[in-house]
């Protein structure tokens, strides 16, 4: 793996006697040895292959304003403190040891201010991944283990559990400085708290979110029905032809890569001049490149629902053939019921 580590450094979160989140900070960079760099692969990744992510850009409070219409009152606006300091940092005005210990002490009053117990190894590191620079940020949850010496003794271990990243983010520095109106440079972790710990990582970063990328599965997933509309595929076709764009996203997915649109079209079948990504153009609004959400990419080769005690889930291709639907009675027919299920209702009845 071709990852140059450029600095890295290790703070601790832990709880006061106060009951609020305190910092203990490290006053020098770790060296970039063999522990080092295998951690940081690990951590990239990890999070490369992270699905859930949140996307988003630094916050411009001047435009905010600007955008307000005529006696509208402007919202609290976010702060600029953490991209000034990153800005410093990347100009060579600030270090990065200071640099991370000011970001540790922001972090730890949005703990306070969003009312988040969190604890383990902060993480800062500031890294080049095949010419991209990056800036991670991560909290390491720590845990506790048991080994055998060699001496066949039972011992106590603590680990840094980097499987879960819950609380992470990273901002692509390079994209940051190229493409100034992207809308996607920074991404974090939304993790087990949902919405609050995504609304902590906007304060944190002064940040607002950009691209969703549920919504761009989702445009995906319809772009793909209008076009087979359009090519008037019959069933079977239509099937094949969606196994083929599922196909492709998933391997996408588990390769830790994006789905490119370009990529994607070049791999289907055409109709004539009409190409997937000449159908698509403008009109779906779907970026160039986005991540795969894999619960919204099922809907390419399944039908699913839930609601009110009920759950099912079947291929596209057994509708009209095992699965038969009726508006008119808003009926589902199965035919050849799965045998574990036929068992349990056979056992019930």
Wanted: charged share 30%; aromatic share 8%; glycine share 8%.
């Amino acid at each position: 793996m071709s990852l140059d580590i450029d600095k890295i450094i290790l703070h601790s979160l832990r709880q006061g006697g106060d009951g609020q989140p305190h910092a203990d900070t490290r006053s020098q960079t770790l060296p970039p040895d063999e522990a080092v760099q295998g951690l940081m692969a690990e951590l990239h990744r990890i999070y490369n292959g992270k699905g859930g992510k949140g996307f988003g850009f630094f916050a411009d409070p001047e435009a905010a304003v600007a955008e307000l219409a005529d006696g509208e009152e402007a919202p609290k606006q976010p702060s600029p403190a953490f991209r000034i300091a990153l800005e410093q940092l990347l100009d060579e005005q600030l270090e990065f040891v200071p640099f991370s210990v000011e970001m540790t002490r922001l972090l730890v009053r949005q703990l306070v201010e969003h009312a988040l117990d969190e604890q383990g190894v902060l993480l800062f590191a500031k890294y080049n991944y095949v010419g991209v620079d990056y800036l991670m940020i991560a909290l390491l949850e720590g845990k506790e283990s048991v080994t055998v010496s060699e001496a066949l003794e039972l011992r106590h271990i603590q680990y840094l559990d980097i499987g879960k990243l819950n609380l992470v983010a990273r901002i692509d520095l390079t994209e940051w400085k190229t493409q100034p109106d992207s809308r996607r440079y920074i991404t974090f972790s939304k993790g087990r708290i949902g919405r609050k710990l995504g609304d902590f990582f906007m304060d944190l970063l002064g940040a607002r979110e950009g691209m969703d990328a549920k919504v761009q599965n989702k445009g995906l997933l319809q772009a793909v029905e209008d076009y087979c509309d359009s090519r008037q595929l019959e069933p079977t076709e239509r099937n094949d032809y969606k196994k083929q764009v599922f196909k492709y996203c998933t391997e996408q997915a588990s390769a830790g890569e994006e789905i490119e649109i370009k990529e994607l079209s070049a791999e289907l079948p055409g109709d004539g001049d009409l190409d997937f990504y000449s159908f698509i153009g403008q009109e779906y609004e779907l970026e160039e490149r986005f991540p795969a959400d894999r619960s919204t990419l099922r809907g390419l080769t399944k039908f699913v629902g839930s609601g009110g005690g009920l759950t099912l889930s079947f291929e596209q291709k057994l509708l009209n053939s095992r699965v038969f639907y009726d508006p008119q009675t808003d009926t589902l027919t199965i035919k050849g019921v799965p045998p574990n299920l036929k068992d349990q209702l056979l056992r019930q009845s």
